[in-house]
């Protein structure tokens, strides 16, 4: 398989996305919250074809528990793969490219929500160094359209897990020397 490509969103990948992972009111609510620096919605691409996506959440956390406990840390949310592509490394990527956006903007940690009758996401988030907080499950809810355009909060039990993002202290400038090379002064 080719690698995924993994993008910001932009307007133009609104229909090919909804068309594939459905809920064309969720992709525009993100877009237009990307507009308004509150997050990032991130796209993967398979050659030409739509293959994942996940938003990156900026804002507070609407779980009073996460508030409280992780305040102000970015979440990860809603990782969708198409059911034919996991397991090839579209998810990977897809978090990959919200950790490295994350530490260009200075942050050290990352959470995210995984409902607790998901243990193939789970085990794709430890896998990837995710760890749970604890602080026990919380409820959350999920957000499903409704045919008539409405939409319906349905609440998730769910386990937090978080990350902290590795921080690339540079090496220091000068004369390379072997490891256990002594110096004369």
């Known amino acids: 398989m080719t690698e995924p490509h993994v993008w910001r969103a932009r307007s133009a990948d609104l229909i090919p996305f909804a068309t594939a992972l459905g809920d064309a009111g969720f992709f525009r609510d993100r877009l237009t919250r990307q507009r308004n620096d509150q997050g990032v919605l991130f796209l993967a691409w398979v ?76 085990r794709l988030y430890r896998r990837l160094g995710y760890r749970d907080w604890g602080h026990g499950t919380v409820i959350c809810y999920a957000q499903l359209a409704l045919p008539n355009g409405g939409v319906l909060e349905v609440p998730e039990r769910c386990h937090v897990l978080v990350k902290d993002l590795a921080v690339v202290t540079p090496e220091p400038r000068g004369e390379p020397r072997a490891i256990g090379a002594s110096s004369r002064y």
């Open 47 to 122: 050659r030409a074809r739509p293959a994942g996506a996940v938003y990156l959440w900026l804002e507070e956390a609407e779980e009073p528990p996460i508030r409280r406990h992780l305040p102000g840390v970015a979440l990860l949310t809603h990782l969708q793969v198409l059911p034919e592509l996991r397991n090839r490394g579209v998810g990977a990527a897809l978090v990959g490219a919200v950790e490295a956006h994350l530490l260009e903007l200075g942050h050290e940690r990352v959470a995210l929500a995984v409902r607790t009758d998901n243990p193939a996401a789970a």
